[in-house]
DNA sequence: ATGAAAGCGCTAACAT
DNA sequence: ATGTTAGCGCTTTCAT
């Protein structure tokens, strides 16, 4: 059907190891042959299978991309700029959203290394780290992007979530607020940032309350299900501000605020993370800690195609700056 | 490196053709005989390589899905219930970006064609249609997702837009609006809602100004940079209502006016097309058609595998009910 | 009912 | 400098 190797070499009257070689630029040859087969393979728009040459051990030219949730902003932002670094590297990606199930993040670890992707990119959220290690064992290029857990020697690429926890709560602190919930989605970045909320608080010499501190998933849903709970503790033990780890939670939080007739941020200052779309589309604005997730999706290609090159380096770490972008759910506390 | 075919005849004392026809369920032997290799697959976690399977002609179970933006709401989300089916059909999916630009559209059917994908869905927008053409006469399985055009013999699977167009516009009409500006995306499907947007006027038997009529590609900039050439027309001929032809656009359009101390929707009436987050996040609520986008995603998989399976059945079509979902931005014309 | 062998398109070691 | 050939892991036809 679609033109193989040996319709090249017989075309140019050589043989498929010299077409082999032209294409892979390899071996010694005359200029003058390569020129002429190169003609050809022009000419006969031939490319080679990627299959056959799968087969034969060399690269799929493949990225498997696994996120919890392609439709939250977040990771679709992510995955629009490693898609596309990954497409200037010749690559494509397979995604595969695990919807924070431990069977699917088996399932598709288990699918991509059949499919033969060159490495994955794991990002966020991952309920059963071990598979990481044995990815790690079997030599299999791996990067980490938002999971900046030091108990794995991997590449990683991320931001500094403590630095992150601290800049949002420090802010609040600095408005006056003295009684501050964070709510932590289930995510080794939140840790993190929990730390650099309790960071914040002992710098202020503020001690904080333990059952200040609030898990969750990352939906809209489970923020407002979270406030409700937050606003069920009555006036006194309700907290002035609230910082959500990432602005699905902050949303949900501002949106069962708006259904109880509190005002977000006259009556309780809001933080979100991540500064998606949504920060920036939702009324009042929110206030936001920002990732460049451009450059880290980039830049997570980078490092995964540096390790599928070379069998060393796989152990680079990337962290980088979050900036508070304050816009209109935070103000001083009355 | 991996267990191959061989081990598992080696295993179960038979030769690679029996190993062969139990995984594919074909061939007749001995029920023990099958029951034995199973066992020895089962035992040790064999699978088929796909690569090898590929190469002799069978499927890929790859799924190539070509989007204009995916970190587009609708897109990501459209993306997601792909995804979530495909898998289900243990298949996996390809994304691609196009950013709307004719030569990544070329470059990346022509990437998802070398990769073998089984077959394509293409959502939205496509500046070059006569790549259609050229996948439907090499029998290259393909479904159009949100591309409705009569033109082209394939399976297709959208909402109604004129309907949908229709039902935005009337409602602005019934509120009283009489001038009423569309802003309509570069895509196929925008054609459609202007037509159901001019059935609405001509229903209602107002004459529609067709400077009311505004094109650009769907970004917030752009409903931004839009409303500001719409403002600019001066109080008496500024438009009472805009109906935007996705959220995004209509998101744009509503910042823009919060910038010039024009209200929403007191002074201006806004709806949005494709009802995605953004629409339910934003405040004032976005009034918005909806899509079943998750629907919608769902039968373009199954449209698309039964193609695959059948090589007729070719050129099924859906065509989904668009539904108004009214939230804050629109009310009665003063 | 089961096996042997050719072939899918390519790479790489070995010949020439 | 270029060609021959043995795999890579699988499917499928043809023998047995």
């Known amino acids: 059907m679609s033109v193989t190797i040996y319709d090249v070499a017989k075309a140019a009257g050589v043989s498929i190891a010299t077409v082999s070689q032209v294409v892979n630029n390899t071996g010694n040859m005359r200029d003058s042959t390569r020129q002429r087969v190169l003609k050809v393979i022009e000419e006969l728009e031939y490319h080679p299978n990627v299959m056959a040459t799968a087969l034969t051990g060399k690269e799929t030219k493949t990225i498997g991309l696994i996120v919890p949730d392609i439709s939250n902003p977040f990771f679709s932002n992510m995955a629009k700029s490693i898609e596309d670094y990954a497409h200037e590297k010749e690559m494509s990606v397979i995604i595969c959203s695990t919807k924070y199930d431990r069977d699917k993040e088996h399932k598709y670890i288990k699918l991509l290394k059949q499919k033969r992707v060159d490495g994955f990119i794991i990002a966020s959220t991952f309920k059963d780290q071990s598979l990481f290690e044995k990815l790690i064992k079997k030599k299999k290029p791996l990067v980490l992007l938002s999971i900046d857990d030091p108990s794995i020697e991997v590449s990683k690429v991320s931001i500094d979530d403590f630095q992150g926890g601290f800049l949002a709560t420090n802010h609040l602190i ?143 770490r990337f962290l980088y700056n979050p900036e508070l972008i304050i816009r209109e759910t935070t103000m001083e506390k009355k």
């Open 174 to 316: 600095e408005k006056g607020h003295r009684n501050i919930a964070i709510v932590a989605e289930e995510a080794y970045s939140s840790r993190k940032r929990i730390y650099g909320y309790r960071e914040a608080h002992e710098q202020a010499n503020i001690t904080l309350k333990e059952k200040n501190i609030l898990h969750t998933t990352a939906t809209i849903e489970n923020g407002k299900r979270i406030f409700r709970k937050l606003i069920g503790r009555g006036e006194a033990e309700r907290p002035t501000a609230i910082f959500a780890s990432n602005d699905l939670l902050a949303i949900g939080i501002i949106h069962e605020a708006t259904q109880h007739q509190i005002h977000i941020p006259e009556d309780i200052s809001v933080v979100g993370f991540d500064n998606t779309i949504l920060a920036s589309t939702s009324v009042p604005g929110l206030t936001s800690v920002a990732q460049p997730m451009e450059d880290m999706g980039r830049k997570s290609v980078e490092v995964l195609i540096n390790q599928i090159e070379n069998d060393d380096a796989s152990n680079e």
